[in-house]
């Protein structure tokens, strides 16, 4: 079995990467900075926000963002330096042909590109659907087409597992172009364009969305998210110009490693499961039997890297899946014991009694997502809500008599006013938590994926030692109880659950603003690309 040297295989490459401020993108890049300093270059493709550009907007993400503090602790001011040496920050629209550059630009650019990876891409089960093939489909068409005008064309695309479609069993690294999960045939670039005119003649969002919901589930997929991104696996599928490895993730959660065991970020799947489980709700929608495929995001990254050093080596596969259920399971069944078991030790902690004497007495178990109960999230919602509408129109000074209320109207006024608001707010979380579990339905209820994993892994089994932590898909030696009782569920506790409540997430200290003045443009590099610095 030949050696698969990770490190030597990005020194001295010029890498471009998209999708750097998401989830796993950030991460990714976190870790090719810190764990391969030989890499010689690389051009982020970003956009800017609230007022800044895609540059300004990077460094405040490498200065205060907790995926970067392992740089930040290791190098202090020296990451400056890194960045200013080996990262280009490029202004683009990926909605756009050459994602808004010049031709000549592009050109210039890609010149000497040794592969593209790109994360950017629209994560909502249910966004308005034409956002959904901007950015899904034609921004990674977009993206592909930049990588088409590099020497060698390789382009490492991220898609998701769950492109597998409504059905259960078997998922294998396959994909056979113009093929839906359900058996129909159908055309890609026609799919699109007769979808893109449907939606140009609907004025509203709802109805837009429930088009593009209607011909998702026609063809086989539970919502607009994997339609688009399945879409845009086929249409790559048919291009000459290109060397394709797509990644395919499974349901993304908390760092095993790195940044640190238990980073998260935003409301993902177990999120607000784990938030319910924390509370008087004791019915989750989920179906024990079925796998709750869970993957850490450093372990996307680390089979990121050996799916863009398989292209790099020219020898990647098409498709390298990324899920622990082939080789590792996990069911509902044990997800909600080791859940189950982890907040009860948190809850014994808490200062509160009612939650130290009350629930950490109680356990959440499996139920019907089609049925109602008694304090389950639907029931609640609308007491919330009737509550609120009692609350809001009570006339306190009709209820009490006139000597009473000059004594503590005013009093008892503001606090109907704070439980009507309290009452409100209660009713939108739960309704904000009833749509996501209406929404990972299909995930955690109606269908139970295999999805196969062996490609990463065999790429595993070829690393040296030393690159084994930094880099192994090694999903197998994922120890779930560990994993759910000292990293998952503290990981969400800290930075998902916060979001639901409403309230705020831990913040790190920005790195120091810079001792010396940032190099102009090109000082650090003698190619004129670097003119296109943002």
């Known amino acids: 079995m030949s050696a698969f040297p990770v490190r030597d295989t990005f020194a001295g490459k010029h890498v471009v990467v998209t999708g750097v401020t998401g989830f796993v993108g950030k991460v990714w890049l976190a870790m090719l900075l810190d764990y391969v300093p030989e890499v010689r270059r690389v051009t982020v493709l970003g956009r800017g926000k609230k007022g800044q550009d895609a540059a300004q907007r990077f460094e405040q993400i490498y200065r205060s963002s907790p995926v970067f503090r392992p740089l930040r602790e290791r190098l202090g001011q020296e990451l400056y330096d890194l960045m200013d040496q080996k990262v280009e920050v490029l202004d683009a629209k990926l909605s756009e042909p050459l994602c808004g550059l ?49 020497p060698s064309g390789r382009y490492v695309h991220c898609s998701t597992c769950f492109v597998a479609g409504m059905r259960s069993g078997h998922a294998p690294e396959t994909l056979t172009r113009g093929l839906s999960p359900n058996g129909t045939r159908f055309d890609p670039e026609q799919e699109v364009a007769t979808l893109e005119a449907a939606l140009r003649a609907l004025p509203s969002k709802a109805d837009r969305l429930a088009l593009g919901m209607e011909r998702a589930k026609r063809l086989g997929w539970p919502n607009v998210y994997t339609f688009t991104k399945a879409l845009s696996e086929h249409l790559l599928e048919g291009r000459e110009d290109i060397q394709t490895t797509t990644v395919r993730p499974a349901i993304v959660e908390c760092a095993e490693r790195y940044p640190f065991a238990g980073w998260n970020e935003g409301i993902n799947t177990s999120g607000p499961l784990v938030w319910l489980m924390g509370t008087v709700f004791r019915r989750l929608p989920v179906r024990h039997s079925v796998g709750f495929d869970i993957i850490p995001v450093d372990m996307v990254c680390r089979g990121t890297f050996l799916a863009a050093a398989a292209a790099l080596r020219d020898e990647s596969l098409p498709i390298y899946q990324l899920g622990t259920g082939g080789r590792n399971r996990l069911d509902f069944e044990r997800a909600l014991d080791l859940s189950n078991l982890a907040i009860r030790r948190q809850h014994r902690r808490s200062e509160d009694p009612f939650t130290r004497y009350v629930l950490s007495q109680l356990s959440a178990y499996s139920a019907s997502p089609d049925k ?122 800290t930075w998902c659950i916060p979001l639901l409540r409403g309230e705020k997430i831990p913040v790190d200290p920005p790195l120091p603003a810079r001792a010396h003045p940032k190099p102009q443009s090109g000082e650090h590099r003698t190619r004129p690309a670097a003119r296109l610095s943002a």
């Open 102 to 150: 010049e031709p000549w630009q592009a050109r210039e650019l890609m010149a000497d590109v040794d592969v593209v990876v790109h994360f950017a891409g629209l994560t909502d089960f249910e966004p308005d659907p034409q956002l959904a093939i901007d950015a899904n489909i034609h921004g990674a068409r977009h993206v592909a087409d930049l990588a088409a005008l590099s």
């Open 372 to 493: 109602e109960y008694v304090l389950g999230v639907k029931q609640t919602k609308r007491l919330m809500e009737e509550l609120r509408n009692t609350l809001k129109d009570l006339d306190v000074r009709r209820l009490l008599p006139p000597a009473t209320f000059e004594r503590h109207g005013e009093r008892l006024t503001a606090q109907v006013r704070e439980w009507s608001t309290d009452a409100r707010n209660q009713a939108r979380k739960l309704k904000s938590v009833e749509d996501m579990l209406r929404q990972f339905r299909p995930f955690i209820w109606d269908h139970d994926y295999h999805f196969e994993t062996e490609a990463a892994c065999a790429l595993t089994e070829r690393l040296d030692r030393d690159e084994l932590p930094l880099f192994g898909f090694d999903v197998d030696d994922l120890d779930w109880r560990d994993y759910y009782i000292n990293v998952q569920v503290p990981g969400l506790e």
